[in-house]
């Protein structure tokens, strides 16, 4: 992040132009927090690129997780349940897990449910539009367990959970979604990201019971060179069930939750000072989070990261890139970000799918251990 302009302001030149943020409000120094990097992605140019959430950068689960405390504690305290969680995906179903377990810590009274690209082959509740992504679509499933569904049905509080809102177009789609399928009994709103450039658009469009939680309050301009080619984008929109169906039996976020256990790699030994790094897979990260939170706990020097569907252009704050076949068998690329070969001593891979349905393009070059959901 390197300009002239005022100290709370910082830019970025990009290939595709260049992004100038002003910063009203953050809890942390802002490089301490997001660094930038380009989309291939014809739609939009720019990304930011949380260093706190163990998405794109490998992260200590100790970070993570003071960022999600930090979040639920910007959360309103008195917002009347029962509060509905989503958390979006695939970036932020993390993050949204991470936030409502430290706001369930002191109330009973919430769920969490996210959004995502899997069909189950249970009952769809509604689906809704990310129109600037490089995969637009959202399905939201209807919980099976009654008493799930119920606090769903009837919650009076909405935190739609995300890691960054840049124009709060997707929150406004998503509300819209909800209440057109059914959720009539909401009174709050909130809009929970880590980074939030939006400017109120989300109050400006639902109205006074919208607010926002985040650790940055801010504003952006892109200032587009339109003489720059646009990229080709990888296709990584499928919505379908692909060769490795999912289980609903192994949910831990899609049907909707209030807990989830701690399950995998739970025999794990290792050496003093090794160095460790557990990889999530596409949307299911919120288990390998917690081994690796346990792992931290035990003494291991531990990062988290995952892989995404999301096709970023090397430079900036995206140093190292892998591309491989997805694994739910939907014959789309994947990608690794900033984890390269002899980076870690052990490199652990989980996966809701099975064994087998992980890409030998990711296993081999990283000598990677592969840990299943066998929940």
């Not at 992605?41 to 490998?58: D, E, M, Q, T």
């Not at 189950?120 to 539009?129: C, I, N, W």
Request: charged fraction near 20%; aromatic fraction near 6%; charge should be negative.
């Amino acid at each position: 992040m390197d300009c002239n302009l005022a100290p709370k302001t910082l830019c970025a030149k990009l290939k595709r132009g260049n992004l100038e943020l002003k910063i009203e409000e953050a809890v942390l120094p802002p490089e301490n927090l997001f660094g930038f990097a380009e989309r291939r992605n014809p739609k939009r140019a720019f990304l930011f690129v949380s260093k706190v959430l163990g998405r794109h950068i490998p992260v200590r689960p100790s970070v993570m997780a003071a960022s999600f405390d930090r979040l639920a504690d910007k959360i309103p305290a008195d917002l009347p349940g029962p509060v509905l969680f989503i958390g979006m995906a695939e970036t932020a179903v993390g993050l949204g897990a991470g936030v409502h377990r430290a706001f369930s810590a002191s109330r009973s009274d919430s769920v969490y449910l996210t959004s995502t690209r899997h069909p189950l082959g249970t009952e769809l509740f509604t689906r809704f539009e990310e129109e600037h992504s490089h995969a637009s679509a959202h399905l939201l499933h209807l919980p099976v367990d009654p008493s799930i569904r119920e606090m769903m049905l009837q919650a009076q509080s909405l935190v739609m959970v995300d890691d960054e809102a840049s124009t709060g177009k997707t929150f406004i789609n998503l509300h819209k979604a909800l209440k057109n399928a059914g959720l009539k009994n909401l009174k709050r709103v909130v809009t929970c990201v880590l980074t939030d450039w939006s400017n109120g658009a989300v109050r400006k469009a639902i109205g006074e019971s919208a607010e926002t939680a985040a650790l940055i309050n801010g504003s952006y301009k892109f200032h587009e060179n339109l003489d720059s080619p646009l990229p080709e984008m990888p296709d990584v929109g499928s919505v379908s069930t692909g060769k490795w169906p999912l289980s609903a039996h192994r949910d831990w976020g899609r049907l909707g939750v209030q807990h989830v256990e701690d399950t995998l790699g739970l025999n794990l030994q290792f050496q003093p000072g090794e160095k460790v790094i557990v990889i999530g897979t596409g949307e299911f990260v919120w288990r390998p989070f917690l081994l690796a939170e346990r792992l931290e706990r035990a003494g291991v020097d531990v990062h988290f990261s995952s892989t995404t569907r999301s096709p970023i252009a090397l430079g900036h704050t995206i140093e190292h890139a892998m591309s491989f076949s997805d694994n739910y068998g939907l014959g789309i690329p994947n990608f690794l970000y900033n984890v390269e070969a002899g980076q870690f001593d052990r490199v652990l891979i989980c996966t809701e799918t099975p064994a087998q349905a992980l890409s030998s393009e990711l296993i081999k070059p990283l000598n990677a251990e592969v840990i299943c959901d066998e929940k």
